[in-house]
T-cell receptor, first 115, second 115 residues
Framework: QQQVKQSPQSLIVQKGGISIINCAYE??????FPWYQQFPGKGPALLIAIRPDVSEKKEGRFTISFNKSAKQFSLHIMDSQPGDSATYFC??????????????FGQGTILTVHP | GAVVSQHPSRVICKSGTSVKIECRSLDFQATTMFWYRQFPKKSLMLMATSNEGSKATYEQGVEKDKFLINHASLTLSTLTVTSAHPEDSSFYIC???????????FGQGTRLTVV
């Protein structure tokens, strides 16, 4: 019930291409869906987040698409760059307006962008 | 975003000893902090929620007597791994929930190696 399933496990994209990572959740109480980027040996950094009242959110090259009925959300990275090579985690929280920090993470996707 | 500092970034200790990890919120007061554990190439798993001035709330399966959490001030939470063993070797990461309760920011993590 608390799981967040993420795919693919790894992804290789050419520079300039689009990277797409997908996540699915089970707990319908989740109401906050962030994406984090993590470099080796570092803590995760928040990229972009969405709440279920919208179906899409875009910030620069990063877009989240959210399908509430399917309980799925995805991250699209446009014009992927070698510097985007990192591990990406989706996450979810039952925030209820007060707790956006208690996160359930997906398994992670290792993204490699070739020059 | 908020600045979260963890110390130390790396620590090696002998089996049977205790290790303290600090998590500081540098630019705002944090009533709630979270501690996560991450094994190599794996996802982040929530260990406990730390609330200022009260006892931490541990996730199922996390030994509260082994992982002591103290949140004595609005800017500092500590995690003490007591009687550490090699299986406790991991990457420990704290996160801080902002006062506006809108998102969480992570520290840079602490790599613990127990030999």
């Amino acid at each position: 019930q608390q799981q967040v399933k993420q795919s693919p496990q790894s992804l290789i994209v050419q520079k300039g291409g689009i990277s797409i990572i997908n996540c699915a959740y089970e707990n319908t109480a989740f109401d906050y869906f962030p994406w984090y980027q993590q470099f080796p040996g570092k803590g995760p950094a928040l990229l972009i987040a969405i709440r279920p009242d919208v179906s899409e959110k875009k910030e620069g090259r990063f877009t989240i698409s959210f399908n509430k009925s399917a309980k799925q959300f995805s991250l699209h990275i446009m014009d992927s760059q070698p510097g985007d090579s990192a591990t990406y985690f989706c996450a979810a929280a039952n925030a209820g307006g007060t707790s956006y920090g208690k996160l359930t993470f997906g398994q992670g996707t290792i993204l490699t962008v070739h020059p | 975003g908020a600045v979260v500092s963890q110390h130390p970034s790396r620590v090696i200790c002998k089996s049977g000893t205790s290790v303290k990890i600090e998590c500081r919120s540098l630019d705002f007061q944090a009533t709630t902090m979270f501690w996560y554990r991450q094994f190599p190439k794996k996802s982040l798993m929530l260990m406990a929620t730390s609330n200022e001035g009260s006892k931490a709330t541990y996730e199922q399966g996390v030994e509260k007597d082994k992982f002591l959490i103290n949140h004595a001030s609005l800017t500092l939470s500590t995690l003490t791994v007591t009687s550490a063993h090699p299986e406790d070797s991991s990457f420990y990461i704290c996160s801080v929930q902002t006062a506006l309760n809108t998102e969480a920011f992570f520290g840079q993590g602490t790599r613990l190696t127990v030999v």
